[in-house]
């Protein structure tokens, strides 16, 4: 996911207007998302991209880049955790029960690699052990509020690098492992 450099994934009102990814950033994303068998979205991470992605490939201003990632997003499985939505459309089914049950039970399917979007998601899956790896793109920007990227823990979680990378713009990836 990406973040600002005061640990924030989206700032006050829920903007995330300061993480516009240039080309090469945006085509790190479409190479990282070619290789996820199922995303994992939270209620208000599925209704951000849920409302953008599905025709994004259809409009006249779309870059390559864009159609690209959109056709990807599009052809990815994807599992929505919500108590409050009914449905979910496209190629998404709908989990309104235990998520951290839910994401321990297809983590052990041991099928292809799954990502997970969306804070509040996440911080469960992170508090639970169920995730192996964080791939951090750090936007060189200070919101000094909103959402924040770690949600509180019940115990540390010991990282090692594996890799570092930067982006236009001063973007930086940091790819860390779980140790475990």
């Known amino acids: 996911m990406s973040v600002t450099l005061d640990g924030y994934i989206a700032a006050r009102g829920d903007d995330i207007g300061w993480g516009l990814p240039s080309v090469e950033l945006h085509q790190w994303f479409n190479d990282r998302a070619r290789g996820i068998g199922l995303s994992l979205y939270g209620r208000k991470m599925w ?32 599992v929505v955790f919500s108590t ?10 709908l989990v309104t029960g235990d998520a951290v049950a839910e994401i321990a039970r297809l983590k052990a399917e041991d099928g292809a690699p799954m990502e997970i979007a969306g804070a509040v998601l996440a911080g469960a899956a992170m508090r639970a052990g169920l995730i192996d790896e964080f791939q951090v793109v750090t936007h060189p920007v200070l919101v000094g509020g909103g959402t924040p990227f770690f949600s509180d823990l019940d ?8 890799e570092t990378r930067t982006f236009p713009d001063g973007v930086s990836l940091a790819h860390y492992e779980t140790r475990r």
């Not at 025709?55 to 006249?60: I, W």
């Not at 409050?84 to 089914?93: C, D, F, H, S, Y």
């Not at 115990?155 to 594996?162: I, N, Q």
């Open 47 to 78: 209704q951000l991209m849920s409302a953008h992605w599905p025709t994004a490939d259809q409009q006249p201003d779309a870059s390559p880049v864009e159609v690209e990632f959109a056709r990807i997003w599009q052809e990815t499985p994807k």
């Open 84 to 93: 409050t939505l009914e449905e979910v459309e496209g190629n998404a089914r």
């Open 155 to 162: 115990a540390w979680v010991d990282l090692r690098l594996v």
